[in-house]
């Protein structure tokens, strides 16, 4: 492993806002901290935001700047990534930020019923191939963790360039009868990105840079607990977008 790698690891150490988990702590059982965030890492009562797959964490620093009334929590499983908003947090004095280190995977051993009031989801993989369906961070699987932690009104939001993946998410919302409040599928060409839609991450800026668009989808869970897998036909019958300029910038 490259040594700029293991510094941030090794710095990430010494960040207040940086949560790392043990294995022996998610998996099958409970984290100290589920159920208790706001009281024992933020100190205060206030809504929590959790950006899944956060990458480098730019929403999860852009929302907490602008909403100083509600705390944010990043959720990535690469260290070197998270470092970057580990380390902007901490040198802005950010006390309503937080980087979890983990699995999507075990967040239901994070995080308690109605614990969390908002997600966003930032350009996640798409997983094109339909053998990897249900690894899509909108598949029905994730939907079931997701209703396990999210306020019955909380928001879902998917900010992604992966038509399929936003095509494949209006199936889902359809398939589960679910509230949608947004579905745009080029948010900048429709002139309907407002000043936090506008906040660019580091894929989001490598996309347009491709000349992709970019798409939203803000859409809610409700009461809804059950979400069976099912088989949507847009995986059989449409073209995969831009499967190959993803691959090569994925090392990015
Ligand atoms: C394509 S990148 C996008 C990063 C960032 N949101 C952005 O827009 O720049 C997807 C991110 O999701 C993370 N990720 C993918 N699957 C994950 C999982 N199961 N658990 C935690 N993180 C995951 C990856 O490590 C990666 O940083």
């Known amino acids: 492993m490259g040594k700029d790698k293991l510094r941030k690891f090794a710095e990430n150490l010494t960040f207040e806002c ?9 998996f099958r059982t ?25 990458g480098k964490g730019e929403y999860t620093v852009a929302l907490a700047e602008r909403n100083p009334d509600k705390n944010f929590i990043g959720v990535d499983i690469k260290g070197a990534r998270i470092w970057r908003g580990a380390k902007t947090a901490t040198e802005r004095k950010m006390g309503n930020v937080g980087f979890l280190r983990a699995r999507i995977e075990f967040i239901t051993s994070l995080f308690a019923e109605g614990e969390v009031d908002e997600i ?34 909380g928001w879902i939001n998917l900010k992604t360039d992966s038509q399929h993946l936003f095509q494949y998410t209006s199936a889902v919302i359809e398939q589960f009868g679910l509230e949608c409040e947004v579905a745009n599928n080029d948010i900048y060409g429709s002139g309907y990105a407002d000043e936090v839609l506008s ?22 869970l409700g009461e809804r607990k059950e979400f069976p897998m099912f088989d949507w036909e847009g ?15 994925a090392h990015q």
């Open 18 to 26: 940086f949560v790392q988990p043990a294995f022996e702590e998610m």
């Open 30 to 54: 409970d984290h100290p901290l589920k159920g208790n965030w706001r009281k024992d890492f933020f100190h205060n009562d206030n809504p929590i935001v959790l950006e899944l797959g956060c």
């Open 120 to 153: 966003w989801i930032t350009f996640p993989d798409p997983q094109l191939r339909t053998k990897r369906a249900k690894k899509r961070l909108t598949a029905p699987i994730f939907l079931e963790y997701y209703s396990k932690l999210l306020a019955k009104d």
């Open 199 to 220: 906040v660019k991450t580091a894929y989001e800026q490598m996309y347009l840079e491709r000349g992709l668009p970019i798409t939203y989808t803000r859409f809610q």
């Open 235 to 249: 995986d059989d019958i449409l073209e995969k977008d831009a499967e190959e300029e993803r691959k090569k910038s």
